[in-house]
Structure formats: C-alpha cells, structure tokens
C-alpha cells in the first residue's frame, strides 16, 4: 500500500510538470508565432502591388487587411471592398495575400493586416507610389538663331514623385544646368534652364535634356533639339602650285564658310572685272587659269556674302619665268645657298679653334724648357720656368 501511494504521488507530480511545460510552449506560441509579419512595398504608378501577411503558428484565427483609411479589403478568403483593382492571390490560416492593380498616387499610404486573436495582433506595412515623370519639353529654341545671341533653353518635366533630376547634353557631353523644383500636390514639376552665348560652332549642335529617376530605370525619357544658327561667311583662298611658271595650269579656289551658304562668289583682279575670260575660267568658288603668263601678276581677291555680312580674301600671284628659276627652282637654291654658308662658318671656326690651342700648347713646352736646366724635377721645373717669365716681363716693363 505504501509502495502504491508513492507511485501515485509520483505520476501526479510529472504529470504536473508536463501540464506546466504544455502551458509554458502555448504562452510562447501566443506570444511570438501568433503575431501578423509584414513587409513594406515600393510600387511604381500604374504597376501592381501585392500585400503578403504571414503568421508562423494560427490556431485558426482569421486574417484581415485593411486600406489607409481603415476599409476592409478582404476579411480571410471574403472579399469586403468592391475594387475591382483587389484581388485574393492566397488565403490560408497562416497567410493571407492580396494584389492591387494599376496603382495610383492615392493608393499610397499605411495597410494593416489584423490577426483575430484576444487582444487582437496588427502589423502595418507602407505602399509607397513612385510617380512616373512625364516626358521632357524644351522650350527657349528659335530657329535660326543669330551668331552672338543670348538664348535661354528650358526643359520642363511634370508628375515625378520623388522630383526627377534633369541633366544636359551637347552631343553627347554633359553640361550643367540651373535646376527649380516646385511641388504640385502629391508629385514634382522640375525645371532646368541653360543659357547659351550662340556662337557659329553651335550650328547642327544636339541639345538633349535627359529625366533622370527611379521609376524610369528601364525606359529612360529625354529631349532633343538641334540648334541652327546663322552667320556672316568667312573667306579663304588656296591654291594648287606654290611657285606658278609661265605657260603652267593655276587653280585658285575660294574657300568660303556662312550660314545661309554665300553662293555665287566673286572675282576681282587688282580692283577691277578680271581681264582675260578665256583664259581666266570661273566656275562656282574656283578661278582656272588655262595657261600663266607675266600679264597675270596681281592681286586676286574673292568675295562672299549672305545677308548678315560680307567677307573677302587677297591671294598675289606672281608668275615665276622657269629659264630664269633654273633646273631645281628657287626653293632648292636657296636651300643650297644656306648649307653652303652653315659649312664655311663651321669651317672658320675649326680652323681659329685649332691655331689657338697650338699656340697655347708651344708656349707650355717653351716655359717648361727654361726652367729645366737648373731644376732638379720637372715640378721645380715649371716653376722656375714660370718665374723666368715673370722676370723677363719685368724687365721688358722697365726698359
């Protein structure tokens, strides 16, 4: 009987301590596994949002979730807001998934899922909108611009949440711009001007003003204006022999640059209408001479002009006879005459250089022999050596 009430005393005590141990798991289960977890989502306009809320360990408590303004969406697997944009995408015990699409600006804001327990258990999550930047306008661009102008260009961009950045391109290289922000309720109107001192370099330039944001990592939106611009001509003549001879062939061409194009231009020799047609041939920007010979020596001059202003440019011809230019042409003679001039200095110079140091070397031997009969070594020899020739300066000096 003793051994019996002993062992009842036994089982009731472990069983105690498995009640106490069943009780201690369910309290942590409450506490932490019966808890909503959620997470925040970032969404672009127009895209679709899809809301998770998971609980690890449900004793079949139902999920819900609610809108910013506390509406009911769907209440387990029960849909509870008539949107057609709401949809259930999964509804378990221990999940509960929604979806909205073709999100807007207004969608923005605190979702809470709510797990039915006593007291009940809530966790929030925020949808955040990105607003999608309208595409860029530039504005400010005249056509044709003027060289020397002061024009301002603008690029505008609307609806950017957050505010876009907008950066500046000259074909293809970035420039900088001043930028102004201004909110507009829930998104962004950013502006960025750039101010130009129009210069003829600036003709067939790209302006491109690119939307740098967020939402656009996929499909970038940007601007692009090509500046024309207009400019008095400038005027250059080359020509196609260096030393023209008598009876040779001389094409002048009359390099001429202006916007509008300074088409037709024209010749002129020493001031007046060119004197020989035939043989003096103008054909557009070119002046042909057929056969040179001394009558033609002057000065030619080219003239272009559009209605912003006139250029002009000089070119002296000089037709050089070939029997007196000789069988190489002035160009190797002279080159002759140079090298033949470099060769005799350098000789002259060689030539003094090496009389000089003789003369130098003669004076050391003589010395040295003066002071060598009476020394004993050659040291004491050029010291006495040196000596005698201070005496006999001396002597010379006071005779």
């Known amino acids: 009987m003793i051994l019996k009430h002993h062992l009842v005393l036994t089982l009731c005590a472990v069983y105690g301590i498995l009640l106490k141990v069943t009780a201690q798991k369910s309290t942590l289960r409450g506490s932490s596994g019966q808890h909503p977890l959620v997470q925040n989502q970032t969404v672009t306009e127009g895209g679709t949002a899809n809301m998770t809320c998971r609980v690890e360990y449900n004793d079949q408590t139902s ?43 207004a969608d923005e804001g605190m979702y809470t899922c709510s797990l039915f327990t006593m007291p009940v258990k809530t966790a929030k999550a925020y949808l955040t909108v990105l607003g999608v930047p309208e595409m860029p306008e530039i504005d400010g661009l005249t056509k044709p611009a003027l060289e020397g102008d002061e024009i301002t260009l603008t690029c ?5 949440k957050p505010a876009a950045d907008l950066r500046w ?26 101010q130009l001192l129009v210069d003829r370099d600036d003709d067939g330039a790209a302006y ?54 300074p088409d037709p231009v024209m010749w002129t020799k020493d001031g007046g209408e060119l004197p020989d047609l035939e043989r003096m041939i103008v054909e557009g920007r070119e002046l042909t001479f057929t056969t040179l010979n001394k009558t033609d020596n002057g000065t030619y001059r080219c003239e272009a002009s559009n209605h912003l202003g006139t250029s002009s440019a000089e070119y002296l011809l ?7 230019m000789g069988q190489h042409g002035p160009d190797h003679a002279l080159i002759g005459g140079v090298v033949a001039v470099v060769v005799f200095v350098t000789l002259c ?34 010291i006495n050596a040196e000596g005698n020739t201070h005496a006999e300066e001396k002597k010379e000096y006071f005779i």
């Open 63 to 105: 999920l819900q979730w609610s809108n910013p303004a506390q509406q009911t969406l769907f209440f387990g697997d029960k849909k509870a807001l008539r949107d057609n944009r709401i949809e259930l995408v999964r509804a378990s015990w221990s999940e509960l998934t929604i979806s909205i699409s073709e999100i807007t600006l």
């Open 208 to 261: 491109t003003c690119k939307v740098d944001h967020v939402a656009l990592l996929q499909t970038p939106q940007q601007a692009t204006e090509v500046l024309e611009v207009h400019y008095a001509p400038r005027v250059a003549i080359t020509n196609s022999l260096t030393f023209p001879q008598e009876g040779q062939y001389l094409k002048l061409e009359c390099v001429s640059k202006g916007n509008p194009s």
């Open 349 to 382: 110079l060689i030539i003094v250089l090496g009389r000089y140091l003789a003369r130098h070397k003669g004076t050391y031997l003589t010395n040295e022999a003066k002071g060598a009969d009476d020394a004993p070594d050659a040291d004491t020899a050029i």
């Open 169 to 194: 391109f000259r074909n293809e290289k970035e420039i900088k711009g001043a930028k102004e922000v201004n909110a507009s309720g829930k998104t962004f109107t950013v502006t960025s001007s750039l």
């Open 156 to 160: 505008m961009t609307h609806g950017s």
């Open 318 to 324: 000089y037709v050089y006879d070939p029997n007196a």
